[in-house]
């Protein structure tokens, strides 16, 4: 049984966020921490005071954005939080997986847990309520500016609360109320603050850039391996991957790669001696530590941003209540703005890109005679001209590459002025989470087609090297997993059904175990 997660605001890991992310409804169960209760119930009691005292305080006894000014009775309070759910829930596209929605309400749960926010108890409770029991809202992707938070998805995240929205439930798409019936919950009538408190802040990118920036770890060992892979099959030298040449380098993630390469290479009898004939390799083998050390940097610096959002509060306005005085101080800011987080994200959809850049253009070589200097036939093919064998695989993955190099550009550098020129910059945070998802998707594709092209190409060159030469020994387990699904392509054949076998191989993480069995990490 796995362990509780237990929410203090502080403490939060991106292990546990995948954990949960991936888990069953109470598997594990999220719990609050006891200290967090009450930092929660005294900051809720501070919003109380507030109200009792007639103090005016923003989206407590005004509106919202550019009715900042607009004063809000005593009796319309509750109205106002309800409004502020039922108004921004305007969000559209498709709606989130369940592994980003419960990702979505945990991070949000923890930031609310940090006891600056307003909000009451039992009604962050209902938040764990929903991922506990498998409540899932139906949050519609696309709507978020990130800056006011992600206002949209946010307000559809909470909709169940108050019994309004939709939700999954029991792999059934139905009505929140419905749902809340038969889980026995009652809605909740939001108190001051809640509403506000439940839909400002970067839960929605904070989520997806969590659960990419694992994705992206998993990528970047994978191409590392297909790389090696191909070496092999291109009859290429290790030599450029010597740890003398990037000690006078000394980029951290430049040597990591290095080292790891020459791991995954040991022993190998398909790599070449550096002859004078055949000195060094193409770029695309010989700079891979370069390069994928280069996307390494991307991912570890996008590790360190949602690191610290995690754990962060991200709402407005906040509440400070001192310690010794009890007096309480309600300053507004922005912490809510995505920007750190929309950088990381576009940064990290770079790096992406180019480990797909690199290995396309390594799949090029595979699969064209005059590049790899007759090592390998056309197109990896017995009997080219009447069979086109891995001729159009590289298409695929050049469309791939293509795609990446448009999803790159960078959403952080837009914005656009909203409510009435009050939230006059925004972060484009969630636009540039989805397209890094899109990017990291194409790039398990074109390793995908990599890794197929490598093992054809490594059968071409087994008669030559010796039936029984042994590939590197990271290299050797990870081929034998390939050819446990797809046999030689020796005739033309449909392809589609092996790639998507191989895809499943690298998304599920069997590629990077396999490499890692053998002590290899």
């Not at 362990?3 to 949960?20: A, F, K, N, R, S």
């Not at 590459?401 to 020129?421: F, G, M, R, Y």
């Not at 990870?478 to 191989?502: C, G, K, N, S, W």
Request: glycine letters at 8%; a negative charge; one cysteine or more.
């Amino acid at each position: 049984m796995t362990e509780p997660v237990v929410l203090d605001g502080e403490h939060l890991t991106i292990e546990q966020v995948i954990q949960v992310a991936y888990g069953q409804p109470g598997a594990p169960i999220v719990t609050l921490s006891e200290t967090a209760q009450e930092r929660v119930k005294r900051s809720a009691a501070a919003v109380q005071q507030l109200l009792d005292r007639g103090e005016i305080a923003y989206g407590i006894t005004t509106g919202f954005g550019a009715f900042k000014d607009r004063l809000i009775s005593r009796e319309d309070v509750e109205t106002l939080q309800r409004n502020i759910l039922i108004s921004h829930s305007v969000g559209v596209g498709d709606p989130y997986d369940i592994p980003t929605t419960r990702a979505i309400i945990l991070i949000r749960a923890n930031t609310l847990a940090r006891g600056y926010s307003g909000i009451r108890v039992g009604t962050l409770q209902r938040l764990l309520d929903m991922l506990n029991l498998g409540i899932y809202p139906v949050i519609p992707e696309k709507g978020s500016l990130g800056a006011s938070g992600d206002l949209a998805p946010l307000a559809h995240m909470a909709l169940p609360i108050i019994g309004e929205g939709e939700v999954l439930y029991n792999n059934q798409r139905m009505p929140s109320a419905q749902a809340l019936r038969q889980a026995k919950l009652e809605p909740i009538t939001l108190a001051a603050k809640e509403g506000l408190a439940l839909t400002n802040g970067t839960a929605v990118m904070c989520a997806i850039g969590v659960l990419e920036t694992v994705r992206a770890e998993s990528i970047s060992h994978i191409a590392d391996i297909a790389g090696c892979l191909s070496l092999e099959a291109l009859h290429g030298t290790p030599m450029a991957f010597d740890v003398r040449i990037h000690a006078l380098r000394p980029f951290p993630r430049q040597i990591d790669c290095a080292a790891y390469l020459r791991h995954l290479l040991e022993g190998s009898q398909f790599t070449r001696e550096a002859t004078p004939k055949d000195i060094q390799d193409a770029y695309t083998l010989r700079c891979i530590p370069q390069v994928h050390g280069a996307a390494r940097d991307a991912i570890a610096y996008s590790r360190w941003v949602f690191e610290i959002e995690l754990n962060a509060v991200t709402d407005n306005p906040l509440i400070f209540v001192d310690d010794e005085t009890d007096e309480i101080t309600v300053i507004s800011g922005g912490n809510f703005h995505g920007e750190p987080l929309a950088i990381a994200l576009d940064y990290l959809a770079i790096g992406a890109t180019e480990i797909g850049n690199i290995a396309e253009r390594r799949i090029m070589r595979l699969t064209d005679e005059a590049s790899n200097t007759q090592t390998l036939p056309a197109f990896l093919t017995p009997n080219g001209g009447l069979n086109s064998g891995f001729m159009i695989l590289q298409y695929t993955a050049a469309a791939m590459a293509s795609e990446n190099k448009v999803l790159a550009h960078p959403a952080s550098v837009d914005t656009i002025p909203t409510s009435a020129n009050v939230e006059d910059h925004v972060s484009m945070g969630v636009t540039a989470a989805l397209k890094l998802r899109q990017v990291l998707e194409n790039v398990e594709r074109i390793l995908t087609v990599e890794l197929l092209a490598a093992a054809q190409g490594i059968d071409f060159r087994r008669p030559i090297v010796g039936e029984n030469a042994r590939l590197g020994r990271g290299t050797a387990p990870v081929y034998a997993l390939i050819r446990q699904h797809v046999p030689f392509i020796a005739e033309d054949t449909l392809l589609y059904p092996y790639m998507a076998a191989v895809r499943e191989l690298v998304v599920n993480g069997a590629i990077d175990a396999a490499a890692k069995s053998v002590g290899v990490v």
